[in-house]
């Protein structure tokens, strides 16, 4: 406990990530309204949603209405997914200061998902980043499937460590560390970021944990005691998991900023507001928060 | 997550995923005889209330191979003890029938737990949920190697048990005065005079007594609550006889850095081998918590399959860890539990049928539904 981070910052996924693997459709008002709503909650990175063909994702197929639609706060950025070039360069038409990209730890995950090897997604990558790079925008990375794989099963840190140290060493100023289908437990969470710190330094790294299994705070709180300091959720825990029907997905904001706050951990984020913009968005979705401390109505 | 998943109906099911990759799934325990665990579970549970046991527990120790977990410092054992059937139901809106309860304990047995907290010998004009205490505690079958506590607030509740065929009762304090004199209408000291009239029957029958310490990070009347307090109390039972002491985040409100304050200053009082966490999941936090107590040295963990048992202080929130979830973790961490995972999974999903309602456990979600 001595060792943890004193602020940490929080990258609020559930505009994309938590919308995208829903299964209700939300109109581009409640979008844009949702994340208005967590601009104002203190949050200050919100990706807001997904450069890629309504043809894959309808969610997601507002993307330049929403982009162009929200309030831009000083201070807080608005990431988009950009898949590929044409993604990228309708981003940054819609008005993108900041584009994520999404690598995998497993080759299998990379086939199905993307339909090419980890070695040729690296050349899509690069494309990005090199456009990127000249239009002065800022290049997340994300990396699938770090504590197991729903294909491949077990996955080796190294290979994490392989795939995070390429992203990073190609321009992206941080790289997500996902537990995809959140079968990781606190040890073998210790075991990769050990292997991905070694050639990746700590700052540059996040972690992005899902809570199918329910492991996903305490996974967080280990990769805060390794030295992590910026950690992925989602408001009221959206997005369920796409491999298992009825299994829960994203870690929930709420929860996450609880712990936190109850760490002594700087935020920034206003815990009140946040329940808001959860219970505005379930109601939109006619969905029940997956936030335990939004369920909770005990004042204390 | 990145594109759409159109693939998704060909990856592993999660059953598989459980079942096949050992990372995730099955207890190390599973290659040790089930007779071997279960008296060193004995043995490293009585080892303060019985004395001139501890060379036999070292020799048997010495010839029992462990796994080593992956993270330096954690205990190589967990003790997991089971309260759905009492802390669990009594919290849950249906009254269970009796013979539900009576098949649900007998599945538990065959589960690998060694300690199931079976029912309360409390008053049915408090807890209707109990009051069919004596048929459960006569109708279950008592495995061998298994421990079945049962609570016993006062003397009367005390006999009662003992007439029932208990051999193990538990008595419940708080780190709160309010919330002591709301729940049990009397003080701590008042209390702590009841229960010791209670553990000094118990003792003189050989009956071991567990002590619970409940608003142990926090209270729904007072707030915050000193780790000073909790010791104080705490200190109270384990010098009155109880062999191990359960420290209980009543709400849920505790995270991390409030359950390593508390367990620093109890432990400076209390042996590490005598006590227990009962961390309640009201806010997500349970397992954050769990984890913090294990890294401290804790071993012995309560907790309720399906999460049974919603909160009584805050409407629609959730209770208690699931069971199911804290294996998963202890699994994965590759400490030995003694537990077979799949077969809670099935008492979960059984239970959760005969109450009507969908389990809080997420494991269970996401490998029932796949």
Request: aromatic share 6%.
């Amino acid at each position: 406990m001595d060792t943890l981070p004193k602020q940490v910052k929080i990258v609020e996924v559930g505009p994309r990530d938590g919308l995208q693997n829903e299964k209700n459709i939300v109109s581009t008002p409640v979008k844009i309204k949702l994340i208005d709503m967590l601009s104002e909650a203190g949050l200050s990175v919100i990706e807001a949603t997904s450069f890629v063909s309504p043809k894959w994702v309808p969610q997601m197929a507002d993307h330049a209405e929403v982009l162009k639609g929200i309030q831009k706060f000083p201070g807080i950025t608005y990431p988009v997914l950009t898949p590929n070039l044409k993604g990228f360069e309708a981003a940054v038409a819609a008005g993108a200061k900041e584009v994520s990209i999404f690598g995998a730890a497993s080759e299998l995950f990379t086939k199905k998902n993307i339909n090419c090897s980890i070695e040729e997604s690296f050349q899509r990558f690069d494309a990005i980043l090199k456009a990127a790079q000249s239009a002065n925008i800022s290049v997340r990375g994300y990396v699938s499937c770090v504590l197991g794989c729903p294909y491949e099963g077990k996955i080796s840190p190294a290979k994490v460590a392989e795939v995070t140290k390429k992203l990073y060493s190609m321009g992206c100023y941080e790289i997500s560390l996902g537990d995809t289908i959140g079968v990781g437990t606190p040890g073998i969470m210790k075991d990769m970021l050990s292997a991905v710190m070694q050639e990746v330094p700590p700052a540059a790294l996040a972690v992005h944990c899902h809570d199918t299994y329910g492991q996903a705070l305490a996974n967080t709180l280990m990769a805060l005691q390794m030295g992590v300091s910026v950690v992925d959720s989602s408001v009221a825990g959206l997005g369920g998991c796409p491999y298992a029907q009825g299994a829960s997905g994203n870690l929930a904001t709420e929860d996450l900023v609880y712990m936190l706050e109850g760490l002594g951990i700087h935020t920034g984020v206003n815990l009140q507001k946040l329940l808001e913009a959860g219970n505005f968005i379930c109601q939109a979705l006619n969905r029940k928060t997956s936030s335990k401390v939004a369920q909770a109505t005990c004042k204390l | 997550m990145g594109n759409v998943p159109s693939a998704v109906k060909h990856c592993l099911s999660y059953q598989q995923l459980l079942r096949e990759h050992l990372w995730i799934g099955d207890s190390v325990a599973g290659a040790l005889d089930p007779a071997q665990i279960s008296v060193l579970i004995n043995l490293h549970c009585f080892q303060p209330y019985v004395s001139g046991f501890s060379v036999s527990l070292a020799g048997s120790v010495a010839c029992i191979h462990w796994e080593t977990s992956q993270l330096s410092g954690l205990p190589e054992f967990v003790k997991i003890v089971e309260v759905g059937p009492r802390d669990g139901l009594q919290n849950e809106k249906v009254i269970v029938p009796t013979d539900i309860k009576i098949e649900f304990i007998n599945q538990l047995s065959q589960t690998g737990l060694s300690v199931i907290e079976v029912t309360s010998f409390v008053s049915s004009r408090w807890v209707p949920q109990m009051a069919d205490h004596t048929e459960v505690m006569k109708g279950i079958h008592q495995y061998p190697g298994v421990r079945y506590p049962v609570l016993t607030p006062n003397l009367q509740g005390f006999h009662r048990a003992v007439a029932a065929g208990a051999t193990e009762i538990s008595v419940f304090g708080a780190a709160s005065e309010s919330f002591s004199k709301k729940n049990i209408n009397c003080s701590i000291e008042e209390s702590m005079g009841k229960f010791e009239e209670v553990v000094k029957s118990a003792r003189h029958m050989n009956i071991p007594a567990r002590g619970y310490v409940s608003c142990a990070l926090g209270c729904p009347y007072e707030g915050i609550i000193t780790p000073q307090k909790v010791t104080e109390v705490s200190k109270r039972l384990y010098s009155m006889g109880c062999y191990e002491i359960s420290l209980g985040d009543t709400i849920g409100v505790g995270t991390p850095g409030s359950m390593k304050r508390m367990l620093e200053s109890v432990m400076k009082e209390i042996p590490l081998g005598a006590l227990a966490v009962h961390c309640h999941d009201t806010y997500g936090q349970a397992l954050a918590n769990i984890l913090t107590a294990l890294q401290m040295g804790i071993n012995v963990v309560d907790s309720a399959v399906s999460g049974l048992g919603g909160c009584p202080y805050a409407k629609g929130a959730s209770g208690n860890v699931a069971t199911e979830d804290l294996i998963y973790m202890l699994n994965g961490l590759g400490l030995n539990t003694g537990v077979n995972l799949y077969k809670v999974m099935e008492a979960g999903d059984f239970i959760c049928k005969a109450v009507n309602k969908t389990t809080n456990s997420k494991v269970a979600q996401a490998s029932f539904n796949a």
